[in-house]
């Protein structure tokens, strides 16, 4: 019963949640609908998810999201730097290629978002077969550096997570 009602929990409570912060207010109006969202939307989506991602190590995940959130504190100030005091002729921008050793699209999405959502760095391609992500960098003196951190810091630990 539980299953059917909730086909992917943690995306039930993660549409509560959201909803409740859209909302900015508690009221039970406001969670009985949140409720009502996180029954109907992934019943709808379900036949097109019919396998859930397979989080391995939950535990692993919340520090590596820990990490993330201090990566992209560390990120801003190191952009605002950039930007406030480095001349524009000073910066070394860089397209950099970074092959994939994960084969699990969840932790491919999760890396080339991680990068993302990291100032100073996009994923901006991906390769047709996934082995390897197009990275932008605003300011990367030496690429294979840059490469070397994504795989040691990111990736190393999404396969550990995943796979």
């Not at 397979?54 to 990566?71: E, G, S």
Request: with cysteine; glycine share 4%.
């Amino acid at each position: 019963m539980f299953r059917r009602l909730f086909p992917h929990p943690l995306l039930s409570i993660l549409l509560i949640l959201v909803w409740m912060m859209l909302v900015n207010r508690f009221a039970w109006g406001s969670l009985v609908f949140a409720v009502l969202l996180s029954i109907v939307v992934p019943a709808l989506i379900a036949p097109y998810w019919p396998d859930r991602p397979r989080i391995r190590r939950p535990i692993k995940f919340l520090v590596y999201a820990a990490m993330v959130v201090w990566d992209i504190i560390v990120a801003n100030i190191q952009v605002a730097r950039i930007v406030l005091f480095k001349r524009n002729r000073d910066l070394k921008p860089a397209w950099i290629n970074v092959p994939l050793e994960l084969t699990a699209p969840e932790a491919i999405a999760v890396l080339g978002g991680t990068i993302t959502l990291t100032p100073g760095t996009v994923t901006c391609d991906m390769s047709e077969e996934g082995g390897a992500l197009l990275v932008h960098c605003l300011h990367a003196p030496d690429p294979d550096a840059v490469r070397d951190e994504i795989k040691t810091r990111y990736e190393a630990r999404l396969k550990e997570i995943f796979e």
